[in-house]
């Protein structure tokens, strides 16, 4: 595997059920992040990670819960998730010394659909 | 807080001909990075070029180039000899070079560009 991958990449669940996304990074890279795109939005910033700390969250519901077991893993636990969820979750990883230049590599995403 | 805007919510050009979307944006900060993503209906966000705003060159990938104006805080995009696989939403985004995240700061993205390619 290269780049940045994601799993599963698509999910239905209730709103009573408990589900995680996963992201994982094979780029050697230090920080990950989770954005949500939803339907005429822009991307927005949900949860930082820089060397396995979280640095910020962008008030985030609690229902949403990040984890950040090493620099290459990045999960995101979801329960009792409202209908409004529903959206694209991307993950992204970045280098944060001079040498990344600020860029973050995307994965492909999760379509999650909340029923 | 930054923010970012793309005025064009949807381009159509001729395959071959030149094409440019247009973003601003508005910060308080001299040293910042500035970013175009490209998704195509696979949804994959892919960097298609990026400048840092310290240089004072407009940054350029083969088709792909910016034309950079730091004082108007504009950043457009212009593909030359649009191809069909150029069909994409298109994202401007910034980011901060010298935020609180030490170096993990998360992008501002616009609402993006859809863009057309006539065969």
């Known amino acids: 595997e290269t780049g940045v991958t994601q799993t599963p990449r698509h999910l239905v669940m209730g709103m009573t059920n408990k589900k995680s996304l996963k992201c994982e990074q094979h780029?050697?890279?230090?920080?990950m992040y989770w954005y949500k795109q939803s339907a005429k939005k822009p991307l927005e910033l949900m949860f930082v990670?820089?060397?396995?700390?979280?640095?910020e969250n962008n008030s985030v519901p609690s229902r949403f819960s990040p984890e950040c077991p090493n620099s290459s893993h990045l999960f995101l636990h979801l329960h009792t998730l409202q209908p409004e969820d529903s959206a694209l979750y991307l993950c992204?990883?970045?280098?944060?010394?001079?040498?990344?230049?600020?860029?973050?590599?995307f994965g492909p995403g999760t379509r999650l659909t909340v029923l | 807080a930054q923010t970012v805007t793309q005025s064009q919510p949807e381009m159509s050009v001729q395959e071959a001909e030149t094409v440019t979307l247009s973003c601003t944006y508005d910060?308080?900060?001299?040293?910042?990075?500035l970013f175009w993503y490209k998704q195509p209906p696979s949804r994959q966000m892919i960097l298609v070029i990026r400048q840092e705003a310290y240089k004072q060159q407009n940054a350029t990938e083969n088709r792909f180039s910016v034309n950079f104006q730091k004082a108007a805080k504009s950043f457009s995009l212009k593909i030359s000899d649009s191809q069909l696989g150029d069909a994409a939403m298109y994202f401007c985004a910034y980011r901060s070079a010298a935020g609180s995240g030490g170096g993990a700061d998360g992008l501002t993205f616009g609402k993006g560009t859809h863009l057309i390619i006539q065969p």
């Open positions: 992204a990883s970045s280098q944060t010394d001079d040498s990344g230049k600020g860029t973050q590599y």
């Open positions: 910060t308080s900060e001299s040293d910042y990075y």
């Open positions: 780029l050697g890279h230090n920080a």
């Open positions: 990670y820089s060397l396995e700390e979280r640095v």
